[in-house]
């Protein structure tokens, strides 16, 4: 099915280790993003991309890496994971024109 | 204070009621998303708006660039509408959400 497809959906780290959340889109979509979600706070942007090889920071990119090499893939990486860095993680994609996000199922991360 | 505000926080419907759920934001947009977030965590994209109305089935979404307003109304709400509603808006590659109207329609 065509969609957005995050892994992993449940991941727990230790303070200090690193890892990367996996996004991929097969819709052909420009857009990319990726969004932490914590209570009370709603979600906000991290980063986001706007083509292959273009990447810019969103509102809360400290902590956080991405790259852009295809137009379907857009990870997330965690160069060394903080307990404020506890959260759930959505991906997004859209062709930026005419239509809305289509969301991942999203990735709930635990450091401690 | 925030660009994006919701009205109200949480809100508690009969079966069949209409519901109105307000966003206000303060800040130019290039364009207004309602995304329903399911209680298992999925988000949906509900409607993208940069003026006037859109409606799809039951669910209707105003906007008013002049007023920096937009509303979403859900006509004979049912139980599986029970979801968070989120508001957001788009300036021009950024994106800032509103805190979330949590809906619980009771049968």
């Known amino acids: 099915n065509a969609g957005v497809t995050q892994t992993p959906k449940f991941q727990v780290l230790k303070t200090g280790q690193s890892m990367t959340l996996q996004c991929a889109q097969d819709?052909?979509?420009?857009?990319m993003s990726w969004y932490r979600q914590d209570p009370g706070m709603g979600l906000r942007l991290i980063h986001y991309?706007?083509?292959?090889?273009?990447?810019d920071q969103g509102e809360v990119p400290n902590g956080y890496n991405v790259s852009r090499s295809t137009t379907e893939d857009f990870p997330l990486r965690l160069l060394s994971a903080a307990p404020s860095q506890t959260s759930v993680y959505f991906c997004?994609?859209?062709?930026?024109?005419?239509?809305?996000?289509?969301f991942g199922s999203g990735t709930r991360l635990t450091v401690v | 204070k925030n660009e994006v505000e919701q009205s109200p926080q949480n809100l508690t419907a009969q079966e069949g009621e209409f519901i109105t759920i307000n966003c206000s934001y303060s800040?130019?947009?290039?364009?207004l998303h309602w995304l329903q977030q399911h209680p298992g965590g999925g988000i949906v994209s509900l409607f993208m708006?940069?003026?006037g109305k859109k409606k799809h089935g039951r669910l209707i979404a105003t906007i008013n660039i002049q007023e920096k307003h937009s509303s979403l109304h859900i006509t004979a709400s049912h139980p599986r509408d029970s979801a968070v509603y989120i508001c957001?808006?788009?300036?021009?590659?950024?994106?800032?959400f509103g805190a979330g109207t949590r809906l619980t329609v009771k049968p």
């Open positions: 997004a994609s859209s062709d930026r024109v005419l239509y809305g996000y289509t």
């Open positions: 819709m052909n979509h420009e857009y």
């Open positions: 800040v130019g947009i290039s364009a």
């Open positions: 708006l940069s003026s």
């Open positions: 991309s706007v083509g292959a090889g273009i990447t």
């Open positions: 957001a808006v788009r300036l021009n590659n950024d994106m800032r």
